[in-house]
Each structure stands twice: as C-alpha cells, then as structure tokens.
C-alpha cells in the first residue's frame, strides 16, 4: 500500500509537465520586493559534447547543478542515490575510497582492478578507469550529468551501462569565491573554500579544497573502536587561458589523500572454518538477523585501515578555426596508489582478510573536431587513445578457515600481478535537421583494446602442510575490438514538446581473472567482452509558461556474454561470460514550480531485467558441490520499482534574507547484492526520507544550511560480498543511520 501511494504521487507530478503542455498564457507576475520564480532555470547539459537544452537532447539524461546538488544533501557522487531513474549507486565492497555503480542493471560484477566499469566516470572529460578514487567529493562541482545507456560515439571510452559526467568550475565564469564549515553527528567536521579570479584580461585562475572528516558510525562495542570513517584532504587547481576569442586552454592539477580506518559490514550468514583432523565443518559463529546495530569486531590491529593517494593533471584545448569548425584536445595523466586492509568476513576471524595494494598510473589524448554548418548539420569527429598501468599486491590471510585438531591452521596467500591496457579509437557522429523539426542523428565507432597481464600467487600453510606450498604464475596478453553504431530520429512537435527514437550498442572489453590461483584457472582465465543493444523511445516537454518540464523514456536493452565472477570452493574464484540479458523499463523524470516559491519535482522508474540464460557449471546436479539453494533469477542491483519526490519552498523575509525549507522521500524495491543469488544478501522494499532548511541573507553572501538524512533510521544494505566458498562469507555493507549536521558558508 505504501508504494502504491508513493508512485501514484509522483507519477502524479511527472505527468505534470504533459499536462501542462496547451497552457499559452506564460505568468510574469511577483509580488513586490522579492526575489521568487516566476519560471523554472534552464537546464543545460554538454550530453552531446556541445551545450545545449536538456530538453532538446535526445538522450535519457539526468542534470544537477551546486544548489541541486546541495539540496539533495549529496557530499559525495553517493547522494545521487535514489535520484537518478534506475541507477544504483553506492561506495564499493569494503572500501572506503571506490564506488560502485549500476544504470539499467548494468555495472561492474566485481571489485577488482581485473574488471572495468560498466559505467564511465569523467571530471572535465576526463576518463577515470578505476572505481577506486571515483567516489569523489563534491566540493567544485558546477553540474553533474548522468547519461542512461551505452555511450562511446561521443565519449572517450566505451561504457555498457552509461556515464556519469562531472564539470567542475570555470574560473572565468565564477569569479569570486566562498567558505564552508560543516558539523554533524558522528563526528562530521569538514571544511570547503573556493576561490577564483581574473589575473589579466586573458588569465583566469581557481583554487578549491576540502577536508572531510568523521568518527565513523561502526564501533566495536568492546572497545570503543570506530570504523568506517573518513579523514580525506582533496585540492584542485585551474588555470585558465584565453588570448583571443579563437582559444581557449584550461590547465587543471588535483591531488586527493584519505587516510581511512577499516570499512566493516555485517556477516549475514554462519561463518565457518574446515576442519581437516577430524574431518568436519564447525560453524564460528552464526549469521546476524535482524536491525544491525551498527557494530563489529575484526582480526586487523588498529594500525591496519585503508589509505589512498589520488593525483592527476589535465590540459583542455580549445582552437575556433573558422565560423565552421573548432578543434579540441583533452591531454591528461593521472596518478593512483592505494594501500586498504579490508575485513571481508566481517569477523574477529580470519577468513577473508585481505590487503589490496594498487600503484597505478593513467594516460590518455583526446582529440575532437566539431563542425557546424550555423544551420542543420554539426558532426564531431574524435580520437581517443589510453594506456594504463595497474601492478598490485594482494595478501589474504585466512588462519581460521582451516582447522587441524581444533586449532586453526595458519594460512596466507600473496600476490602480486600486472595488468597493461591500451585503448585505441575513433568515433564519428552527425547531427543532421533534413527536414523542418526532423533530426536524424548516427554515429559510429571503433574501438581496440589491448591487455597483458602477469600474475604470480604463492601459498603458505602451516605445519604439517607446508609441503603442498606452492607458487602459482603466468602471463597473458589479448586483444579485443568492436564497432559499435548509434542512431537517433528525433521530432520537435512544437516549440515546447519533442520525441525520439534511439539504437545504441555498447561494448565492455575483456580480460583476465585477478583470482587465478591454481593451474588449471590459468588455462581459462581469459574472458571474453560484453555487448549490449538499447533501444529507447523518449518524449521531452515543457509548459508554454516554462513552470513544468518533464520527461518520460521507455528502454529495451539486449545483454549478452555478462561477465559474471562466481565462487567454486575455497581458492578457485572463475569468471563466466554466463548470461544472456533482456532489461526492459519506463523512466519518469518532472519538475513542477507551484507559485512563485515553491517546486515539487521527482523520478518513478520502473524496470525489469532477467537472464535469458545463465550457463552456469555449478548448477548441473552432478557437480560435486552443487547447492540446491543457489539460483540465478534475479538479476543483482535491479530493483523493479525505485521513485523519489522533492518539495521546497522558499519564504521571503523582506531585509533579512529567504528562508527555504524542503524535503524528500525515496523508494528503492527488493534489490539482489550478488550476481549469485543468497537470500541474506537481498534488501527488502524501503523508504528513506530527509529534510533541511536553508537561510540566505539578503544580499546573498551568508547561508546556513540544516539537514538530516535518514530521518527514520532506516536500517538498510546498499553492498554484498558474496563468497560462500570462503567460510560461507555473505557479508553486508549499509547505508548510513539517520544523520545531521548543520553548515555555515560565507560568500565572496
């Protein structure tokens, strides 16, 4: 019943804007002295690598600019959750510095550096290969775009899922700067200033930084130990140049530190160890149930958390060589170390205790040639080339997994691996009006993607089993290419309303498995590329007075070859190209400005996503560990329904300023957190609410801003790791307990 209530309002306020479309009278009237709208903003969005209006764009796009950003209390890229339509996005297994992200049910399957995204992150057109050192502070953030859908005719890398586009500041264009302070709960303490001027009339410069920090709202209730914290120092840089009005160049360096303690979860199922002598199982402990208290205890020392070193520069070229066409170059290298001790078991025990140290490195060229005819044609025409170094080192520690006479039997594993990737490509796309409103726009692209990769893995047991030690190692290189098409019809049925229709094929490359630990894993650690076909059917509108805007896209994605990486006994870990997908979904996005001051907007997404097949070895009943429970019908990270609703309004008080006060309520549907489907590891329907208040003074340069996220103390999962073969380690990784703060920011 509660859902049903929640979706019919919001679909409520989507069909809105649809509504609203005969309306021809525009309203201009404000009452007297105040600031309030009287139409919505424009919302613009560089979708198509060129700004234009969000409502013009025939793509399934999401934008937020500072202030949106602000009111959906997102400190980092994970307070988009529940805002986007059919995107899951949460910080990574165990990890304080990655983030894992779903669009449409498609994502990445694993945490390991071994496997790429299947949603692509940029700041500033840049690509960032890894989701560690992606879950990024949002603290020079001019707008955030999120695109649904295969993309790589117009981006530089290719992504199966979508992309998730950050812009940060320009310094010409944000002249002047401001100074934040934050408080709150657990600890919260941070700090954020930005400032940018002109140095000449051809010159421009930006500094901005952060520190963010908190006590973590995990403990070990013996102790008092505090886990999953954050204590991280982020700075950019820009430097901005334009001689003339024939060019533009930005230079941009950035450097992030975090210095975390250990990121726990909770053990959802019954931990338990092998036993040699005499031959048994003995359950450790059993699994948790019911509301988690937010408590845990490890095997790690204090001195063990999780540090990341995060640094990267970027030059952006920008040459007009005539009225018709310009030249643009993004020439970027980036720097990642990370050192993260991760409890997997989530235990006093060890059984999936690890270390993953990363050093890796990034360089990428970009070259873009747009053409615009200044009537019905623009086409872009793009090279894009990357190569990326990745050596890691690896321990796992697992002295109570195994038992010899009801003592545990000491056990560790090292390794140390290399993976190389090149990526070559080229892409074109046409933007062409043949007809008064009718728009045909196609694109193509090719892309190479070649990988070696070296590994080395080496065990060591305990007394009297030191004699099956052994060093596992070998090397490998591949290479993959596609040619991956899109095409769009697009119609203007008025000045207010437009609809399309799309075709895109996306292409994930493959790789090698980062847990080949035996002989034989070697001799099948390759696995081959994804593919995915989307087709969407989208309509865009506005009310003639601009105080509605809304949209609504319906999608059917073809999946095939998933890379699935799934558990077989204690040290074999394969990664199956395993299944066929069908994903097929209705996305509803509006915003509605009621009055002069106050706005009403939301998303209802609806999806469903199955396997087609699932070619999975261990489901065959003659497999001698086959496991009766284990099923494939749902497709991880896919809730059904998800829908969120965001009401604001701003009261004037004359002289002293505006008073805002808002609020918003999501719903996110059952959601499966492992490819293999555990029924611990499964999030029932829930409803998360949150609301602030925001005081501006009249001249616009103080604000206070008052929150609370949470505001029911929903306990709920957002993460699984799943590896039963391991001590039957199911663990679970939640979103955070109610929380507030209060902030205070001066602006100059």
Known sequence: MKRKILCTAIGGVLLAPVMAMAQSTPS???????????????????????????????????????????????????????????????????????????????????????????????????????????????????????????????????????????????????????????????GRAE???????????????????????????????????RFNDDDTTAVRAKLAFSPSDAFRATLSIDHTEQDAALTMGRPMAPLIATSLAPAGVVVLQPGQTGKWNHTAQTSFGTDKGQELTHSGASLSMEWDLNEHFQLKSITSVRKLETESYIDIDASAYELGDVLVAIDQDQKSQEFQLHYDNGSNVHATFGAYYMQENVPSYQEAYADDLFQLLGAGLPFLRTIEDDLTTTSKAAFAHVNWEFAPSWTLAAGVRWTEDSKEYDRSTSTFWGAPYNVINETVAFSAQADWSATTPSISLQKAFSDNLMGYISANRGFKSGGFNGRANTVADTRNAKFDP???????????????????????????????????????????????????????????????????????????????????????????????????????????????????????????????????????????????????????????????????????????????????????????????????????????????????????????
Do not use: C
């Open 530 to 748: 994804e593919f995915v076909w989307t087709y969407e059917l989208g309509i865009k509108g506005s009310s003639a007075d601009q105080r509605f805007r809304g949209s609504a896209t319906a999608f059917y994605s073809k999946y095939s070859d998933f890379q699935a990486r799934v558990t077989q006994d204690a040290s074999t870990f394969p990664v199956l190209n395993a299944a066929e997908m069908s994903i097929k979904g209705l996305e509803l996005e509006g915003t509605a400005l009621l009055g002069s001051a106050t706005t009403l907007s939301g998303q209802l997404s609806w999806m469903d996503a199955s396997y087609d097949s699932f070619d999975d070895f261990r489901l065959d009943p003659s497999y001698p560990n086959f496991d009766p429970t284990l099923t494939h019908d749902h497709v991880p990270f896919s809730p059904e329904i998800s829908a969120r609703i965001a009401l604001q309004h701003v009261f004037s008080l004359g002289n002293a300023g505006n008073l805002t006060v808002g609020g918003d309520i999501s719903y996110r549907d059952d959601t499966w957190l492992s490819v293999d489907n555990r029924d611990v590891l499964m999030q029932k329907a829930y409803t998360l609410g949150g609301l602030y208040g925001v005081w501006d003074s009249a001249a616009m340069d103080w604000q206070v801003r008052a929150g609370v996220r949470n505001i029911t103390d929903k306990s709920y999962m957002t993460e699984g790791q799943e590896f039963t073969s391991v001590g039957n380690i199911q663990t679970a990784y939640y979103g955070l307990p109610r929380n507030y703060y209060v902030s205070v920011r001066y602006n100059f």
């Open 28 to 186: 201009s009237e404000q009452a007297p002295g105040n600031q309030q709208a009287v139409t919505l903003d424009e919302l613009t969005v560089t979708a198509r690598r060129r700004t234009e209006s969000i409502m013009d764009v025939p793509v399934a796009v999401s934008a937020f600019g500072e202030e949106q950003l602000k009111d959906l209390q997102a400190s980092n890229v994970e307070g988009l959750q529940g805002a986007v339509p059919n995107m899951n996005i949460a910080q990574g297994r165990g990890s304080a510095n990655s983030v894992n992200v779903a669009i449409r049910g498609i994502g990445q399957p694993d945490s390991l550096q071994t496997f790429d995204p299947g949603v692509g992150m940029y700041v500033d057109d840049v690509y960032y290969s890894r989701i560690n050192g992606a879950l990024f502070s949002l603290f020079d953030i001019a707008q955030l775009e999120v695109l649904r859908g295969p993309q790589g005719t117009l981006y530089g890398k290719n992504s199966t899922g979508g992309a998730i586009k950050l812009t940060t500041k320009n310094p010409f264009d944000n002249e002047g700067g401001a100074i934040e302070l934050t408080a709150g709960n657990y």
């Open 191 to 225: 700090g954020r200033f930005y400032v940018s001027g002109r140095l000449s009339d051809t010159v421009a410069a930006s500094i901005a930084g952060a520190k963010i920090t908190n006590d973590g709202y995990v403990r070990d209730p013996a102790t008092g130990r």
